[in-house]
């Protein structure tokens, strides 16, 4: 729409006009655009769905961690009840050597020397009464842990200690202590199980944990007993002081301003907890490097894309500066040479707009020559409008015969040129148009003009071509040929032979005046029949020159002559 089509259209016109002023950017703009719209969803669903793999990976390994904490709780406490039973059946036996402590001591110390047990018997004075990590009868002080032991003592079943240091083992241990009744009813006693804590390392091994994190087993006051992190020491707090007061399960913490991520199971039997952490920066480390890289990748081929859709837009308005300028030619009705392109399409436009050059300088000459033929063709009527006249005149006895006459044949002229308009879509029989075009030159006595032939249907092209051939014969023939004098015949005979159309313009008994030099000149009437048949039709024409007048002979293919009607439905 014109910029004065949408000043008419209204509010709606200068709305489109102010939004197009708006959008007013370079093709390198547009191109960007393009590529960021089908780069950026692209990239944004990337994010979504590395969010929901790294959300999902942290779930499994969230899971993996709990049932490995689990685990780890399950095989404490299966050490541990295993002592329990081991204490058990100790007490059992102990009962037969109730009144031979060493023969107890012997037995015992044979039943646990393939374990990490060592047994005692403390009495509520919190006196060792013997010892297996010893030779029975070797003196021996108080018992390290003497909190534990009035514990067990008042709660009259199983107890087990926290870490501590033991004097006798030189190491940090833990008991398990079980009060036992003498044969005497009394429960004065404490057979405990101790094991160096230590030995409890194989139950937070590294090899079950995932990457970046460690295991530690606490005890109920948060001690270390053992873990896999070597620079934890047993015995010692947990550098985390808070994770005694952590719930059991997955949660945070931070220490001396470094994030933990932690998961914590608790033990019923024990009341020890086993701890995994790992820092917040290494678990997230491989998904924030993934964002990194994603980005990163994101941010390279989106500078690939733009510099890509740059250069593209520089040679497309390259290319379009080069059509500009042959625009221009083209305006100028200057000849266009087709141009190769690096766009396809651009080329293509560029070889369209050098057909359009060279259609118009076409188109220019075929006006030049129709102007000229206009002005022929005015000339000529003038001259068939000037005989007509002078036959009527000299024809006619009254001037009501005269006008008469002469309105006939000006009638006569005309319907030649309805026949063409009338007869174009279902064509126009080729013995009709000669009639019509011969009939305004036709003299009084009609057998001056014979015609012969068979049916021929031509298109409405064809027609305007051949029948204005005909005019421009008959033109010549009144002019210098058979229809100059009261005598002359004009014989016209057309047949269609091996797919040639051929038209045969006989005149007899002309006037011909005798020619001045080697070869008449031809005039302008010959070279319109020439060009004009040739040109459009093919036509070949061979002008004869007889004594009594001149012969054509007109040889068009037959494809010619109907080509455009037989296309039409």
């Known amino acids: 729409m014109s910029d004065a089509q949408e000043k008419k259209s209204g509010p709606g016109g200068s709305w489109r006009t102010r939004l197009r002023s708006r959008l007013r950017r370079p093709l390198s703009f547009y191109l960007t655009m393009l590529l960021l719209i089908a780069i950026v969803p692209s990239f944004v669903f990337s994010l979504i769905i590395l969010k ?80 297996t990590r010893v030779p029975y009868g070797s003196p021996l002080g108080k018992a390290s842990d003497p909190a534990s032991i009035d514990h067990a003592f008042r709660n009259g079943g199983p107890f087990i200690s926290n870490v501590f240091f033991g004097k006798t083992a030189q190491k940090w241990v833990f008991n398990v202590y079980l009060p036992i009744t003498t044969p005497l009813g009394n429960s004065d006693y404490l057979l405990a199980l101790t094991r160096n804590a230590e030995s409890m390392g194989k139950t937070v091994n590294r090899d079950v944990l995932s990457p970046g994190w460690n295991a530690a087993l606490l005890d109920g006051a948060g001690h270390v007993i053992a873990s896999s992190d070597p620079d934890l020491a047993v015995g010692k707090p947990f550098f985390m002081e808070i994770v005694p007061a952590l719930r059991v399960g997955v949660g945070d913490a931070v220490h001396d301003g470094v994030e933990y991520r932690t998961v914590t199971e608790f033990s019923v039997l024990t009341g020890w907890k086993i701890v995994a952490w790992a820092k917040s920066a290494d678990v997230d480390a491989p998904a924030l490097w993934s964002y990194l890289w994603l980005s990163l990748g994101g941010l390279l081929f989106g500078g690939i894309a733009v510099a890509g859709s740059t250069a593209i837009a520089s040679l497309l308005t390259q290319g379009v500066k080069v059509l500009a300028r042959d625009a221009h030619l083209l305006g100028a009705g200057r000849p266009i040479a087709p141009r190769k392109h690096m766009i396809v399409e651009i080329e293509t436009v560029s070889a369209a707009l050098a057909d359009a050059a060279q259609a118009r300088r ?154 001045e030099g080697a070869s008449p000149r031809k005039g302008f009437g010959t070279m319109v029949l020439e060009r004009m048949l040739g040109m459009a039709l093919d036509a070949k024409l061979e002008r004869i020159m007889h004594e009594d007048g001149i012969e054509w002979r007109v040889r068009i293919p037959e494809e010619k002559l109907s080509a455009n009607l037989a296309a039409q439905p």
């Open 362 to 515: 076409k188109a220019e000459n075929e006006i030049r020559f129709l102007m000229r033929e206009v002005a022929h063709r005015s000339k000529n009527q003038l001259t068939v409008i000037q005989s007509m006249l002078n036959q009527s005149l000299n024809a006619a006895e009254s001037r009501v015969d005269f006008a008469e006459t002469f309105r006939k044949r000006i009638a006569g002229l005309a319907r030649s040129t309805d026949l063409m308009i009338a007869n174009a879509a279902q064509g126009v029989d080729f013995q009709e148009l000669a009639q019509n075009q011969l009939q305004p030159f036709t003299p009084d006595d009609p057998q001056r003009v014979h015609l012969s032939g068979p049916p021929v249907r031509l298109d409405a092209q064809v027609s305007q071509t051949l029948g204005m051939a005909l005019h421009e014969l008959a033109t010549n023939a009144t002019k210098y040929g058979a229809l100059a004098n009261s005598s002359g015949v004009i014989d016209l005979q057309w047949s269609v032979l091996e797919g040639t159309f051929l038209f045969v313009w006989r005149e007899k008994g002309a006037d011909i005046a005798p020619a």
């Open 52 to 131: 929901r793999s790294t959300d999902e990976q942290e779930r499994v390994v969230t899971a993996l961690l709990k049932a490995s904490t689990g685990s780890v709780t399950r095989l404490v406490e299966r050490e541990v009840d295993g002592m329990l039973t081991t204490l058990k059946v100790l007490v059992a036996a102990g009962a037969d050597d109730g009144n031979n402590p060493e023969r107890f001591y012997g037995r015992a110390r044979s039943s646990l020397a393939d374990t990490d047990s060592n047994l005692l018997v403390i009495d509520r004075g919190h006196n060792q009464l013997f010892n």
